[in-house]
């Protein structure tokens, strides 16, 4: 039931709790073989207020593969670097489709629907890598990780970039794919690299949410007082977080969650109640649709409790 002042300690630990009990908990991703380790069993929520309150439980201070939710900070980054011109290199519809699908680019003409889908997101980080060394642009991804979550210890998980780069062929499909466009400016090794490596971001559920609390505040991140976008592209970072979020799962996840969210394949979900909080959450088995089964259930019942779906309560 919504609440006026909802109480969020105790809403915390009774989704922690009522997670933690359920069996259906989906299918961790094994085609990184190096995600396919983790144990199913955890569970982790963190939400902080748009005043810096912490509230969180289960796992919430276990480092998980953010994979696709890095997709967010890359767009970020890629928006701050050329602005609106990023618009020539991706597009921001939903694409209806899988994540990793391949079909779309050829009626595109290598351009990919969005910055969310793989495509997308290889064409967003070949932007950033642009007159730069991969390694420099690693470092300057995470250090705006960092910088976001007001954290120096997240680190990047070698052993799961190095794993997904072995078995990558499907992006390195996009990628050359793309590149035949002429969508992809620098050597498609190079850009690969990068984005495998921003993909195998870690963090824990506490450091995602601090992470994406400049998209509740308009732009601005209320625990260092410093501005990272204008509220303006916070805005329609949110938007496109709402619309292409949970790739072809995305109408669902606004249906039943009503928040601007981003999942990864590593089981995490970093959800936007804008004015009110930034929210990680974090199951490692997925749906159908590559997103964390527990995890959407987790922000529904999120959302009905405090009443924060931006469609009203
Ligand atoms: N690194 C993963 C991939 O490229 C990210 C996909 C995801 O999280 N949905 O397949």
Same mark, same amino acid.
């Given at each position: 039931m919504k609440q006026s002042a909802p109480d969020l300690d105790v809403i915390v630990s009774e989704i922690v709790a009522e997670m933690r009990a359920r069996k259906d908990r989906g299918t961790v991703a094994t085609y990184i073989p190096e995600l396919a380790n983790v144990d199913p069993d955890h569970f982790g929520l963190a939400i902080v207020d748009v005043a810096g309150n912490v509230f969180s439980g289960g796992d919430c201070t276990v480092p998980f593969s953010i994979q696709s939710i890095s997709k967010v900070f890359t767009l970020t980054l890629a928006l701050g670097r050329i602005g609106d011109r990023l618009w020539r290199y991706v597009g921001r519809e939903p694409s209806g489709n899988r994540f990793n699908s391949i079909v779309q680019l050829e009626h595109e003409l290598g351009v990919p629907r969005n910055p969310f889908i793989n495509a997308g997101a290889i064409a967003v980080t070949d932007v950033i890598l642009s007159g730069r060394q991969p390694r420099e642009t690693l470092g300057e991804i995470l250090r705006f990780v960092q910088f976001l979550a007001d954290?120096?210890?997240?680190?990047?998980?070698?052993?799961?970039?190095?794993?997904?780069?072995?078995?990558?062929?499907?992006?390195?499909?996009?990628?050359?794919?793309?590149?035949?466009?002429?969508?992809?400016?620098?050597?498609?090794?190079?850009?690969?690299?990068?984005?495998?490596?921003?993909? =195998?971001?870690?963090?824990?559920?506490?450091?995602?949410?601090?992470?994406?609390?400049?998209?509740?505040?308009?732009?601005?991140?209320?625990?260092?007082?410093?501005?990272?976008?204008?509220?303006?592209?916070?805005?329609?970072?949110?938007?496109?977080?709402?619309?292409?979020?949970?790739?072809?799962?995305?109408?669902?996840?606004?249906?039943?969650?009503?928040?601007?969210?981003?999942?990864?394949?590593?089981?995490?979900?970093?959800?936007?109640?804008?004015?009110? =909080?930034?929210?990680?959450?974090?199951?490692?088995?997925?749906?159908?649709?590559?997103?964390?089964?527990?995890?959407?259930?987790?922000?529904?019942?999120?959302?009905?409790?405090?009443?924060?779906?931006?469609?009203?309560?």
């Open positions: 954290d120096g210890a997240v680190s990047i998980d070698k052993d799961v970039a190095a794993s997904e780069k072995r078995t990558g062929f499907r992006n390195a499909a996009l990628a050359n794919y793309m590149k035949s466009f002429g969508v992809i400016e620098n050597p498609v090794d190079h850009t690969l690299g990068v984005y495998f490596h921003h993909c =195998a971001i870690s963090m824990t559920c506490e450091q995602l949410a601090r992470a994406g609390l400049f998209l509740s505040c308009n732009g601005v991140n209320p625990l260092t007082g410093l501005s990272v976008v204008s509220a303006e592209r916070a805005r329609r970072i949110n938007a496109m977080m709402l619309t292409c979020g949970h790739y072809d799962g995305s109408g669902e996840f606004a249906y039943r969650v009503g928040l601007p969210g981003k999942s990864g394949v590593g089981g995490g979900i970093l959800a936007i109640a804008p004015g009110k =909080a930034s929210i990680a959450v974090w199951s490692p088995g997925l749906d159908q649709a590559g997103n964390s089964h527990l995890g959407r259930i987790a922000l529904e019942e999120l959302t009905r409790r405090t009443g924060w779906s931006i469609f009203g309560a």
